[in-house]
Nanobody, 120 residues
Framework: VQLQASGGGLVQAGGSLRLSCVAS????????MGWYRQTPGKERELVAR???????NYADSAKGRFTISRDNAKNTVYLQMNSLKPEDTAVYYC???????????????WGQGTQVTVSS
């Protein structure tokens, strides 16, 4: 199983980016999916997450600016980020709680991270 994140880049403050993360491999089912971010010297923090049924929750810093969504048919989770601020600069990681085909246990898988840099 692999999670491949993409969509990061350099953007000016006030701009937008859309991150994508595709889960591939021998997957039986995917439950929760989410986005986290990390800056040097700090712990990884939740940005947003979404259940298989579409329920969402966001970090306070993301509310009103970021939108998480998913396409279950494509095993993909998205993060639309608007009104970006310099403090949003971080490496963004996707997370998926899924069940590998042939097993009965849910496991967490992380994507490789994508850099988001917001200039002032």
């Amino acid at each position: 199983v692999q999670l491949q994140a993409s969509g990061g880049g350099l953007v000016q403050a006030g701009g937008s980016l859309r991150l994508s993360c595709v889960a591939s491999g021998s997957i039986f089912s995917i439950n929760g999916m989410g986005w986290y971010r990390q800056t040097p010297g700090k712990e990884r923090e939740l940005v947003a997450r979404i259940t298989s049924g579409g329920s969402t929750n966001y970090a306070d810093s993301a509310k009103g600016r970021f939108t998480i969504s998913r396409d279950n048919a494509k095993n993909t989770v998205y993060l639309q980020m608007n009104s970006l601020k310099p403090e949003d600069t971080a490496v963004y990681y996707c997370l998926s709680n899924l069940i590998v085909r042939g097993t009965r246990y849910e496991a967490q898988y992380w994507g490789q991270g994508t850099q988001v840099t917001v200039s002032s």
